[in-house]
């Protein structure tokens, strides 16, 4: 089974950046979809970002599109770049991969440790 340590996280102020990193124990096939999700206490885990690994097709969620963006590193290293920090995107992210592009938690196999972001106001 594929490891991911998704690392990155931290506090930040309002307006600010963080990028966080997903790094999987083993190459990313073209056919892999790998992708973001954010889970604050007391709510159910939300889609963030995703993408088709070979084409670097992606789709984001509403509420950060704009100010998110999910990247390549290299072979088996893929990015999430935040933006544009708001309160509300306080939550503990996690990576995660699968092979259907979708933004359901239960189409991805793979699951990172998760990594806390805090956004003061």
């Known amino acids: 089974q594929v490891q991911l340590e998704d690392t990155g996280g931290g506090l930040v102020q309002a307006g600010g950046s963080l990028r966080l990193a997903c790094a999987t124990s083993?190459?990313?096939?073209?056919?892999?979809?790998m992708a973001w999700f954010r889970q604050a206490p007391g709510k159910e885990r939300e889609f963030v970002a995703a993408?088709?690994?070979?084409?670097?097709?992606s789709m984001y969620a509403d509420s950060v599109k704009g100010r998110f963006t999910i990247s390549r590193g290299n072979a088996n290293t893929a990015h999430l770049q935040m933006n544009s920090l708001k309160s509300e995107d306080t939550a503990v992210y996690f990576c995660?991969?699968?092979?259907?592009?979708?933004?359901?938690?239960?189409?991805?196999?793979?699951w990172g440790q998760g990594t806390q972001v805090t956004v003061s106001s």
């Open positions: 995660a991969r699968g092979t259907d592009f979708s933004s359901l938690p239960s189409q991805y196999r793979d």
């Open positions: 083993g190459r990313i096939y073209s056919s892999a979809v």
């Open positions: 993408m088709r690994w070979g084409v670097q097709r």
